[in-house]
């Protein structure tokens, strides 16, 4: 590791140093006002910090010299204390080089490189209103990677500004040039689960993060947080033409942030690429989060399952007892012995636990999270899939009453930890966005936005309080991912986008670019499960994909997650064994990712590198429109031949029709030389595993 202070500087030699360059000039000129300013580490982007004659603070970004993120606003206003805008002066600032590496014990790719330029921006302000109280202090934080920049506040510990209550961030990012906006809306009924929407920029409302943009000179930048700990989830709004600012969640408490002594702010993030593959090639996010505070991890199994799941969104069985009941006992070891016979790690089970006949959807209030149906015998189960090599994975659907789970959680860990099971299926199945939350000391519970800060409180608490029972944690209708699977390393996944349960509800179905979107969007926070793999391509009352069965194959390699449900029924595995032959190999943890080519909503291709092996895996999927793509093969190893089992769009395939289905296999010898062409068709994909010759 290498972190070395470069320069520190007094308010009198920034000043000084201001003259000098001819900084300083008339009372109103922002572009004359630069206080700081520094570069990234291979001076691609620079990042520039100004204070008006006011004293209001901003920033600006520069990408190879040209400007990407115009003058934008730094500041708060708060409930309890005069607002943090204006009347700031820096009293020092200084800049330090870091560059590490730092190995992953899952993920992506197993090493990552962390290497930036830090700007450190420490101010002083003046209380325009209560200048009796004295100078308060705030710094802003930057750090300037080659393929993006995070920055944040920090709340030094003073005593005139001991408890700060934020109403609201006065966070800018004024987009500089014309751009495209690929981004789905905040506080939506659905949450994290509306469609990703295409619009000029101008056009958008208030966004989730990540929300990836297209300039108009080609730069791709994709707005998000990292590290969201203690802190209400950052939305961005339009204020106006091209400028966003931030909104933070509301709390029903009040302020939508409390904190107490000194803190800092999630980092806002901004990854910048010369085009949309460079946007999921950045690191910038993990980087940001902290070190494992876990220690050793290696109870934390990535790994694919097979779950009694399925069927209940096709309605062939229900979650609650009855005599379609899907989580038997009977049923649970018909899954566990086909888990067993191809090779899969675990079994989820959904619907085992009693509490499903009450509208949980609106409340949950009824679930308990230690008693088994009577038709389903947890430790005989468990016992049982241990037997084989297999592992149940738990399930806790909250139904977003976090009250009620609370109360129960620690017992619920109890019992996993007790029988053997070391992962679990969180669910918040929420109405209009909405949590119950425990009340304070000797208060009833209330209602709050699961974005909130209480909300960000609870998924953390969820997953420190599983990683002392050893049990890694899968939470669907989560707060968004900030890279906190690397301070937690058992957060091995989130839903937290539309799934493919859409396909089987079919309203709608999840659209033909929908995979081409989620890369470079949702995918930018972090790993998804999306349960791909359905080679039925039908759901509930006869709704078909819009895709084909290749598609499918090539989503376990494009859609990343290190715990992936195989999502279909395992009779219709039975029926496809060419295709299950891929969904059976591929595995989820990764050495390294390479992405090929893609366009956001068009296309993606993805390379991965198998962890155990030197096997390659690659998946690739199209929009509604067929492609052909040429695919160089420079990413494997040099030297070496290959065996590619490829499998492919049949020349009739073609997601509106029966030919679907049409999928070719075909095995060809390769090198590193060697260029491929992908023909993919409207709403196709291809999937290859590359293995090396001996």
Known sequence: MRSQPRSRFSLSTISAAMLLAGYIAAPGAWAQSVVASASSPGNVLNVEVRIDPAGKLGYDIKRKGKEVIGLSRLGFNLANAYKLDGG????????????????????????????????????????????????????????????????????PDQPQLRDVAITDELTEFAVAQPATAWWIPAAELPGLEEEVRKAPLKEIGTANTPLTLRLEDGTHVALHEAALVDYASMWVRKVEGQKLRA????????????????????????????????????????????????????????????????????????????????????????????????GFRGVLVEGWNQGWESNWGHGGADFSFTKSYPDFDLPALSSYAQSKGVRLIGHHETGANVAAYERQMDEAYKLYARVGVDSVKSGYVHEAGTMLFPGAAGQPPHYGNYDSQEGVRHFQKAVTEAARYRIAVDTHEP???????????????????????????????????????????????????????????????????????????????????????????????????????????????????RVLNGEVGEYATIARKDRTSDDWYLGAVTDGQARTLALPLGFLDAGKTYTAEIYRDGDQADYRSAHRFDLVTETRTVTAKDTLQLKLAPGGGQAIRFTPKR
């Open 88 to 155: 700031f002066s820096v009293r020092a600032a200084r800049t330090s080089d870091h560059d590490d590496t730092w190995e992953q014990p899952w993920g992506e790719r197993r090493f990552v490189r962390n290497h930036y330029r830090e700007l450190r921006v420490e101010l002083e302000q003046n209380e325009l209103e209560q200048k009796e109280q004295g100078k308060r202090a705030l710094a802003v934080v930057f750090r300037i990677y080659d393929d993006g920049v995070g920055f944040r506040y920090e709340f």
């Open 479 to 593: 707060v968004k991912d900030t890279g906190l699977r690397r301070t937690y390393p058992n957060w091995l996944s989130r839903e937290g986008a539309r799934g493919v349960e859409y396909n089987a509800w079919g309203n709608p179905v999840n659209a033909v670019d929908h995979e081409a979107k989620l890369v470079f969007t949702r995918m930018l926070s972090g790993p998804m499960d999306y349960t791909p793999g359905v080679l039925s391509l039908v759901g509930a009352e006869g709704k078909t994909f819009n895709s084909t069965q290749a598609k499918q194959l090539a989503n376990f390699v494009v859609i990343y997650s290190p715990i992936v449900m195989a999502a279909d029924l395992p009779e219709n595995y039975m029926k496809y064994p060419a295709a299950f032959k891929f969904i059976r190999d591929v595995p989820t943890d990764w050495a390294d990712t």
């Open 247 to 342: 909104q933070l969640a509301p709390s029903s408490l009040g302020p939508a942030v409390v904190r107490h002594g000194a803190f800092s702010t999630p980092w806002r993030t901004l990854q910048i690429a010369d085009n949309a593959a460079g946007l999921y090639m950045s690191d910038l996010i993990l980087n940001l989060n902290e070190p494992n505070k876990l220690g050793d991890v290696s109870w934390v199994h990535p790994s694919k399952f097979v779950g009694v799941w399925w069927s209940m969104h096709l309605q062939q069985t229900t979650w609650n007892a009855g005599p379609t009941h899907g989580a038997t006992t009977a049923n649970t070891k018909r899954y566990i012995d086909f888990a067993a016979k191809n």
